[in-house]
């Protein structure tokens, strides 16, 4: 499942959409290889991303925290979302080049 379908997470930090896309852009290139294997490790790699994110969004959520901590919250996002953006790019080019032509 994909962005919101396959978890929760407080809509605080506005990154939903973002998740939908990274999850699409993942389980695309799982099911391009066609097997159980890629979708398993799909998964895996969907979680592996989201778990801080989500963290993240849960403790802003919670508004217990102060401006300082609040600050650092923000600066951990933009690591993960860094982590994000170079996990998408890591994706095999041949696998997304494959794929583009199916569609």
């Known amino acids: 499942?994909?962005?919101?379908?396959?978890?929760?997470?407080?809509?605080?930090?506005?990154?939903?959409?973002?998740?939908?896309?990274?999850?699409?852009?993942?389980?695309?290139?799982?099911?391009?290889?066609?097997?159980?294997?890629?979708?398993?490790?799909?998964q895996e790699q969907r979680d592996g991303l989201a778990r801080k994110l989500h963290d993240i969004s849960d403790r802003v959520a919670s508004f217990e925290w102060t401006l300082d901590e609040v600050r650092e919250l923000h600066l951990a996002l933009s690591r993960e979302m860094n982590r994000e953006v170079e996990a998408i790019l890591a994706l095999d080019l041949a696998d997304r080049t494959a794929l583009s032509l199916i569609a």
């Open 1 to 42: 499942m994909v962005g919101d379908a396959g978890y929760f997470k407080d809509p605080i930090t506005a990154h939903g959409m973002t998740d939908a896309l990274r999850d699409a852009e993942l389980l695309a290139v799982a099911v391009g290889a066609g097997s159980e294997r890629a979708l398993a490790g799909y």
